[in-house]
């Protein structure tokens, strides 16, 4: 604690003469890991350092709506965003770049990945993970493999890169051969609107929208091939033979709108396990209303096989629920002992896991214990104070 309070002090001292110019790219894509992340760095960077000068450099298409819920006295420098994935690219090329210089930055932050080959000022650029390089159905395509290599490319180039876990830094030094003196650790952490503690009647009004019953297992995230929920699934044969199904598995995020390399073809997937009395689609789920579904659940399950960080996990112990994840990657590393581990390959060891947070009460009662502690090690106020220093130290390089 201490030694966090006397970083604050010296981040205040260095940043009033700095100018952070961010990607924006992600601004309105709050759903988004990339999108949660890069708000909450500009909003606790902001409030670390009122007079430290940010401006949000935002790409947007024809049409779309300005960056919404931008901090009072952070500047916005729209861009217009050309279309599609070459439009994209065009932004992280040319136009970021290029804004950086007429605006006299300090330093340039690119917290997705996605930084420019060249940059006129220091830059740094978060690697959240390397799931498109790690994952064999995400790779298959030239535009994919192209895009990789332009990536990776600049990832090298890069003064600093930022990641979110060991586990990351790792994949990080091994797949893209950045020594590691180039890439630091700095966790994320869960907003403070997850907690146990409860609003009965908002609740209340929250669980009706999405026909919430009062016992259900929770999965909040995405559906592609590597999130691994058809292992869940294939998990929650065995846990509805252990309730008599009546403990619903209740699948929140928004649905794949196809069938793919990507995406599985879920409902036939449920149809052939018989769970379709078992298993509810929720959907989307508004961002102010998922702390509400997060902490009436019984349990979480989170089976991925590759994230950076995985904050849904996170989200879930902050709000007092017993947590199930794979083991290996990140997910470890950010429960820690507070929640079941499981190989996300053996169905049989995950509804063991789940079977034993539903039943065993005292169990469930001390997983929730341990999971408020282990999300209690994690603030975005240290992430936004280690990203400071880390801007320092980079500008004093240069």
């Keep these: 604690m201490g030694c966090h309070r006397f970083q604050v002090i010296y981040v205040t001292c260095i940043m009033r003469n700095m100018h952070v110019a961010l990607s924006a790219y992600f601004w309105n894509r709050p759903y988004t890991g990339s999108g949660q992340y890069t708000r909450q760095l500009v909003y606790h960077l902001h409030k670390l350092v009122s007079d430290l000068e940010i401006t949000l450099v935002c790409p947007l298409a024809a049409g779309e709506s ?18 599609g994935h070459l439009g994209k690219v065009w932004f992280e090329q ?20 996605g930084a420019p080959l060249r940059s006129p000022v220091p830059l740094v650029v978060t690697i959240h993970d390397l799931t498109t390089l790690q994952v064999r159905e995400y790779r298959r395509g030239l535009g994919a493999r192209l895009y990789n290599a332009l990536v990776s490319a600049s990832a090298r180039g890069a003064d600093r890169v930022i990641t979110d876990s060991a586990a990351s830094q790792q994949a990080i030094i091994q797949h893209l051969g950045i020594p590691q003196d180039r890439v630091t650790v700095i966790y994320l952490a869960a907003d403070g609107h997850y907690r146990p503690a409860a609003n009965s009647l908002v609740d209340q009004a929250v669980l009706r929208k999405y026909n919430l019953p009062a016992e259900y297992v929770l999965y909040l995230g995405g559906y592609e091939t590597h999130k691994n929920v058809t292992t869940l699934l294939l998990a929650y044969t065995y846990v509805a033979q252990g309730t008599g199904e009546t403990i619903p598995l209740v699948l929140a995020g928004r649905r794949p709108a196809t069938v793919s390399d990507h995406f599985p073809d879920y409902d036939a997937y449920i149809q052939r396990l018989g769970l379709a009395e078992v298993v509810r689609w929720i959907g989307f789920v508004d961002e102010a209303e998922k702390p509400v579904v997060y902490r009436h659940a019984s349990a979480f399950v989170f089976p991925s096989r590759n994230e950076g960080f995985g904050l849904p996990p996170l989200e879930a112990m902050a709000s007092g629920v017993p947590v199930i994840v794979s083991d290996g990657d990140s997910l470890s590393e950010v429960v820690g002992a507070a929640g079941f581990t499981v190989d996300p390959d053996d169905e049989r060891a995950m509804a063991g896991a789940i079977l034993a947070a539903l039943v065993q009460e005292e169990l469930a009662a001390d997983m929730r214990r341990k999971g408020l502690v282990q999300a209690a090690q994690f603030s975005w106020d240290k992430t936004a104070t280690q990203t ?11």
């Design 388 to 398: 400071a220093l880390l801007y320092s130290r980079v500008i004093g390089n240069w």
């Design 66 to 83: 300005p960056p919404e819920n931008v901090p009072e006295g952070v500047k916005v420098e729209v861009v217009r965003l050309r279309p």
């Design 94 to 113: 040319v136009d970021f770049p290029r804004v950086c210089r007429r605006l006299g930055a300090t330093v340039a932050h690119v917290p997705y990945w």
